[in-house]
Nanobody
Framework: QVQLVESGGGLVQPGGSLRLSCAAS????????MGWYRRAPGKQRELVAR???????TYLDSVKGRFTISRDNAKNTVYLQMNSLKPEDTAVYYC??????????WGRGTQVTVSS
């Protein structure tokens, strides 16, 4: 049974926007911090944004001011709104949930391609 399901990836032109969604089970969503990671070709996987169960957010420096992470508790869903996209944002984006104990859940990933 899939516990994290991502959607919203695709092809977009530079300067455009995309919104990624990650649907989680209620038990996972309510008790875990949620985050988005990405891996670009030839690069290490990096944390893009994270939001705690209390709503505290953290962002990768290169996406600050452009990306916004949020969570909808009623829908058990975390979002990543990506604006002013750049070619260097091209990567596979992964949804992540992490408990206080350190146990992690991962989605399968969704491709984001920024190109003209």
């Amino acid at each position: 049974q899939v516990q994290l399901v991502e959607s919203g990836g695709g092809l977009v032109q530079p300067g455009g926007s995309l919104r990624l969604s990650c649907a989680a089970s209620g038990s996972i969503f309510s008790s875990n911090a949620m985050g988005w990671y990405r891996r670009a070709p030839g690069k290490q996987r990096e944390l893009v944004a994270r939001i705690t169960s209390g709503g505290t957010t953290t962002y990768l420096d290169s996406v600050k001011g452009r990306f916004t992470i949020s969570r909808d508790n009623a829908k058990n869903t975390v979002y990543l709104q990506m604006n002013s996209l750049k070619p260097e944002d091209t990567a596979v984006y992964y949804c992540n949930a992490r408990s206080i104990s350190g146990y992690e859940y991962w989605g399968r990933g969704t491709q984001v391609t920024v190109s003209s």
